[in-house]
């Protein structure tokens, strides 16, 4: 795996810690053996394909399936032997409740708090109120479910996952089949969330849906987390490429020569135009390579260092197939 945290972990007990965490179904290890480090106060998004065992991972975390092998730890108490103490006080948005077409946001979210045990009734309301305005739907409290847009059935299905106080809040694709401004709202709420102290814990198979709100990243692909660690900590893991504009198609493939031989690697045509390349600069030196260029009678147009970009460092990771942006 390719690991940031190590050095650089805090020193509080994190909010998610799992070690060797291994799910099978039959023959199939949908999840691998993993680490994860959620640390208290971030914003973790963790993202990887459909398919990658985010979900998995996640009810395992929440108690709703026992993992075969490894240790989960929530807010430094272990799972599933603490579950119910320490699950009071994670949020969670997995399934998501099910919630009445014909009441309005308000009574459905009464409904919920009256069969929390835990809820004193006499304080239902103020706790309703206030998970909707948390979400930013108290204006919309009394219009009925079936009237809301999908955005603002998230937002009230995290409202219900706020009913209770909480330390820790557990989203599963939470903006999956939303529109952009649903999407926007779900980040705008995430952030502010998160500005209270709450830590959230985020999935997500689109990288740019979540990216501007998270902390920390892990990656997940085929049940394996391959890399983990702040933004920062991730963002310097990707590749450094330069980008070369030549006069024409047959300068290119004289550029993409001279490039491959100076030992780059992934050089490529840019956007299949042909008339320039891209590739991935590693330990070359740019002055260099731009000497070898014009010795070599390349009409070069335009040689520029492209700075590391989180996409295709996630394409690298996850392969072919991850849809990172929209
Ligand atoms: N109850 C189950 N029985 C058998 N296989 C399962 C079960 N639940 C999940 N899987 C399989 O485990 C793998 C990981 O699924 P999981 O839902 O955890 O991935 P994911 O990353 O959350 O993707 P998605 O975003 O599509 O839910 C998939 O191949 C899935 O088909």
């Known amino acids: 795996m390719v690991s940031a945290h190590e050095e650089s972990a805090p020193r509080v007990e994190p909010a998610v810690a799992t070690r060797g965490l291994v ?4 023959r199939a290890r949908v999840v691998d053996g993993i680490d994860l480090l959620v640390p208290r106060g971030s914003v973790y998004g963790f993202l990887g394909p459909n398919g990658s065992g985010k979900t998995t991972t996640i009810r395992m975390l929440l108690g709703l399936v026992g993992s075969d092998s490894g ?3 929530i807010l430094g108490r272990s799972i599933p032997a603490h579950a119910s ?5 994670v949020g969670s948005l997995v399934e998501g409740p ?13 409904r919920l708090d009256a069969v929390d045990d835990r809820a004193d009734p006499r304080t239902c309301r103020e706790r309703v109120d206030a998970a909707l305005t948390r979400v930013g739907l108290l204006a919309a409290a009394d219009k009925r479910f079936r009237a809301y847009s999908l955005g603002m059935r998230q937002r009230l299905a995290i409202a219900a ?14 903006t999956n089949g939303l529109d952009p401004q649903g999407t926007r709202e779900i980040r705008h709420l995430i952030s502010a969330l998160a500005a209270e102290g709450v830590t959230v814990l985020v999935s997500s198979h689109l990288l740019s849906e979540i ?3 998270c902390t920390h990243l892990g990656v997940m692909r085929d049940g394996s987390l391959v890399a983990q660690g702040t933004v920062g900590e991730i963002r310097s893991l990707a590749p ?10 047959q300068h290119a493939a004289r ?5 491959t031989s100076a030992g780059l690697a992934q050089v490529r045509d840019v956007d299949g135009a042909g008339a320039g390349v891209i590739a991935t600069l590693g330990d070359a030196r740019p002055e260099d390579l731009v000497t070898a260029l014009v010795g070599a009678g390349v009409g070069v147009r335009g040689f520029e260092v492209v700075p590391p970009r989180l996409e295709d460092l996630f394409v690298s990771l996850t392969g072919e197939g991850f849809d990172v942006s929209r």
Do not use: C, M, W
């Not at 099910?98 to 009464?110: E, I, V």
């Not at 450094?240 to 198609?249: I, L, M, P, S, Y």
């Open 85 to 89: 103490d320490v699950l009071s006080r």
């Open 161 to 174: 996952a706020l009913l209770a106080e909480r330390d820790l809040l557990i989203l599963d694709e939470p």
């Open 240 to 249: 450094v490429q330069v980008r070369v504009t030549t006069t024409d198609a």
């Open 71 to 73: 240790d989960i730890d």
């Open 255 to 259: 550029a993409a020569e001279i490039l």
């Open 23 to 26: 799910k099978t179904y039959g």
């Open 211 to 213: 990216e501007q709100v």
């Open 98 to 110: 099910a919630f009445h077409n014909h009441l309005t946001g308000r009574a459905n979210l009464r």
